[in-house]
């Protein structure tokens, strides 16, 4: 099959240099990391190295890493641990939650889930008419009862890139006027799965108290890790299992630990380390070199731009497009790309990211993401336009 693929926000290849570091361990470290043997203390000690590159890639301590099967679980895991640990402290039987409007569903579905349980009550703060969110309607959201805000850092449709660190630096000083009133901390969760790997992601600069983390969205394999501040000292958050079992990762993620995948994260998390600077200035250049050349095409507008985007993602509506972003998608015989998040059906209607964004209904249904990678060139891109182009004469035809 010959293709093009724009669509590494949905996931990315796995990087060469990680499969050959998953090869490695799969033949090496086969062993139970929880055996007292001399086999299984060499899968120990290969899953605490991993531990210690995806801590030192987000600037976290290596205790501050909980390996988990992926990002979902990862933000679940953040937002049982918030909830259960307020009610445990509250005579209440209710937490109040505030989020976006336009967070992926690993959010919103667990989030759905405690309100259906009549365990939280949840704030939906909007983005404005660029897609973008305001730290000040966030902070304003804040009552009493109040145990997690969890805010994405960037957006997987619009790649509008969220005021994460001005949320936590308003967020300290109302949890120090909470301290002295006695009322429970707010805790604050982002799920950095689409930023990882496209810009800088450090836990101090963004001053959350968990990060999710998945691997497939920056060339490595499909498992995850969630960030948790200060575990193993008196000042950590809450971290609670969601599932029970056994001690591995110190009893937070129960289950025999996947080695090989998490040898595989931690090399990937090194590359991201070693690179973001090449990896995001190529994706950049890549990403305004389309959306110059497209414009000239095609009369398009390029949703959120005046924004602050992740340098790989744009997000195209065709003004004069006769039918939907996703049929213009099916008619093209080069391009992989998607109208919507890979979580979600890719159908005809027009995405509620975009509609929450200010995209008008018309607008948002002629669109599509097209997100770049590393591999991709210019010459990718010149190739990108002439299929656009082509399936746009066709489906035009088809509806004449």
């Not at 101090?204 to 501040?229: E, M, S």
């Not at 575990?231 to 809450?238: C, E, F, L, R, S």
């Not at 380390?273 to 995001?280: A, G, Q, W």
């Not at 990211?353 to 010149?382: H, M, Y």
Request: glycine share 6%.
């Amino acid at each position: 099959m010959v293709f093009i693929y724009a669509d590494y926000n949905a996931t990315t290849p796995i990087d060469d240099c990680v499969q050959k570091h998953i090869i490695e361990s799969l033949k090496c470290h086969w062993a139970n990391p929880s055996s007292g043997n001399e086999l299984g203390g060499e899968a120990r000690l290969a899953i605490h190295e991993a531990r210690r590159e995806v801590a030192e890639a987000i600037n976290a301590e290596l205790d501050e890493i909980i390996f988990t099967s992926g990002g979902t679980e990862s933000s679940n895991m953040a937002i049982d641990s918030a909830v259960k640990t307020f009610l445990k402290n509250s005579s209440k039987g209710k937490v109040h939650i505030i989020t976006s409007n336009v967070e992926h569903v690993a959010t919103l579905n667990p989030l759905k889930q405690l309100i259906e349980e009549h365990n939280a009550e949840v704030s939906y703060v909007p983005v404005d008419k660029n897609g973008y969110l305001s730290a000040c309607d966030v902070i304003k959201s804040v009552k009493d009862d109040t145990a997690l805000i969890t805010i994405m850092l960037a957006n997987n449709e619009t790649g509008v890139v969220f005021p994460i660190p001005e949320i936590a630096r308003e967020l300290e000083k109302l949890n120090e006027m909470r301290r002295k009133k006695g009322l429970q901390k707010v805790l604050f969760h982002s799920d950095a799965a689409q930023a990882i790997g496209k810009i800088l992601v450090d836990v101090k600069v963004l001053g959350v108290d968990y990060l999710t983390i998945a691997g497939h969205k920056f060339y490595g394999p499909k498992i995850g890790a969630l960030y948790a501040r200060g575990i193993g000292k008196d000042t950590a958050v809450p971290i609670q299992p969601i599932i029970y079992g056994g001690g591995q990762e110190r009893g937070y993620r129960p289950g025999t630990e996947n080695t090989p995948m998490i040898v595989g994260l931690g090399k990937a998390a090194t590359l991201v380390k070693e690179n973001i600077d090449v990896y995001r200035n190529h994706m950049e250049e890549i990403r305004n070199y389309f959306e110059r050349k497209l414009s000239v095409e095609c009369d398009i507008v390029v949703n959120c731009k005046s924004s602050p985007r992740l340098p790989n993602t744009s997000n195209i509506s065709f003004c004069s497009l006769k039918c939907s972003g996703a049929q213009l998608l099916k008619a093209c015989k080069l391009t992989v790309a998607s109208t919507t998040a890979a979580c979600h059906t890719q159908t005809d209607k027009p995405s509620e990211v975009l509609l929450a964004s200010g995209v008008p209904s018309n607008l948002a249904k002629a669109a599509v993401r097209f997100s770049f990678g590393r591999e991709t060139t210019k010459a990718c891109v010149d190739m990108i336009i002439q299929d656009i182009k082509s399936a746009n004469v066709t489906v035009s035809n088809n509806t004449e």
